[in-house]
């Protein structure tokens, strides 16, 4: 992989062929976790860090049925929450994290999730990669790029961005990409992540942006690398 620098230009008119080879290619990308409004989506997401969308959806599905709003979340008796969760990791974390933001909404926002990412950031336990996702999904408001581990990971193989922190990272994304692009676009490179740019073994023989990644031989190699070490007799016992 080069270290020389993209010219903007040329990086602006690649990121955009990006976006419209992943829009043909996943049109109907759309959030995985199950939820039938702002707040479902805002408790999903913060139980879906560290975790898959079909464990956080099986978690859900009873815990819906049982807190219908803010207010129940922000009253559950202490441990109860926790356990129901449990099974997402982090759960001591994510209780506090979903009692605290839902007692902040019923509190000081009528029992609704706010509309603005900074009112969004001010809620115990939420920050931009939450935000955005309920901004972006539950509102249809392009406030951010939502940078999750896939988005992080192609989006460095890409080359769109050098940086490893999540903030810099949406940072560039934002400043490449225009906004109508971003809510899409992330949900886009998300499903990318899981079907073909998988982490540790990428397949970018079928990968619809081969031509436009430069990261594509040298990912490639090393999945190759790693299935012939997998696929080899053990040379010693
Ligand atoms: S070419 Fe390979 S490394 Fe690049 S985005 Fe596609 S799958 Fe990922």
């Known amino acids: 992989m080069s270290s020389r620098r993209e010219p903007v230009e040329s990086l602006r008119r690649r990121a955009l062929e990006i976006v419209r080879r992943l829009a043909r290619e996943y049109a109907d990308a759309r959030c995985a976790l199950t939820h039938e409004d702002p707040l ?8 879906s860090a560290q975790c898959t969308d079909v464990r956080v959806n099986l ?46 909404i019923a509190t000081r926002h009528g029992g609704k999730v706010p509309r603005t990412m900074d009112e969004l950031l001010e809620l115990p336990g939420v920050a931009r990669k939450t935000a955005n996702v309920v901004l972006g ?6 406030s951010g790029v939502v940078v999750d581990t896939h988005v992080m990971r192609i989006a460095r193989l890409l080359r769109l961005t ?8 949406e940072r560039d994304l934002a400043a490449l990409l225009p906004p109508e692009t971003w809510i899409d676009f992330s949900h886009r490179l998300i499903w ?18 081969v031509d436009l990644c430069p990261s594509a031989d040298v990912a490639a190699a090393k999945a190759r690398a790693q299935r012939s070490s997998a696929a080899s007799p053990r040379s010693s016992r």
């Open 137 to 142: 999904t539950a509102f249809g408001i392009a």
């Open 59 to 104: 978690v859900t599905k009873e815990l819906f049925r049982k807190y219908r709003g803010a207010r129940d979340f922000a009253a559950s008796p202490p441990g109860v929450l926790e356990r129901e969760i449990r099974s997402t990791g982090f759960f001591r974390n994510k209780a506090r994290s979903i009692r605290g933001a839902c007692a902040a």
């Open 162 to 169: 050098r940086e490893a922190n999540p903030v810099r990272i």
């Open 192 to 209: 990318h992540g899981r079907r073909v740019c998988i982490a540790r073994r990428p397949r970018c023989d079928g990968c619809v942006v």
């Open 40 to 47: 479902q989506l805002l408790v999903a997401t913060i139980l």
